[in-house]
């Protein structure tokens, strides 16, 4: 069984720090591109950031550019966000995913439960 468990999620004052983590099990992490997508509350699902199998590349939206990092170690089977310099409009749930593009289009695979993140002062 697939499993993607995130971690790290919490309260946090504007300004402050949060790192966010993926452990998988079940299926070979090395193998898979992985995304952080975040839901905020009465909004839609909103793609955050991504990186390559090997942890080479890595893409992020402009909103959050120069404030996240997006990492992975495969021989912990992790992935994980640095966020630093937390905005108001960062709160929402944070999931992980998998991911591939097919025929130009982003295709999400397997999800985690997701960890709340709250950015408030």
């Known amino acids: 069984e697939v499993q993607l468990v995130e971690s790290g999620g919490g309260l946090v004052q504007p300004g402050g720090s949060l790192r966010l983590s993926c452990a998988a099990s079940g299926l070979n992490f090395g193998n898979y591109d992985m995304s952080w997508v975040r839901q905020a509350r009465g909004k839609g699902p909103e793609w955050v950031s991504a990186?390559?199998?090997?942890?080479?590349?890595?893409y992020y939206q402009d909103a959050v550019k120069g404030r996240f990092t997006i990492s992975r170690d495969n021989a912990k089977n992790t992935l994980y966000l640095q966020m630093n310099s937390l905005k108001l409009e960062d709160t929402a749930v944070y999931y992980c995913?998998?991911?591939?593009?097919?025929?130009?289009?982003?295709?999400?695979?397997?999800w985690g439960q997701g960890t709340q993140v709250t950015v408030s002062s």
């Open positions: 995913a998998t991911y591939e593009v097919v025929a130009g289009l982003v295709e999400y695979g397997y």
């Open positions: 990186i390559n199998s090997v942890g080479s590349s890595a």
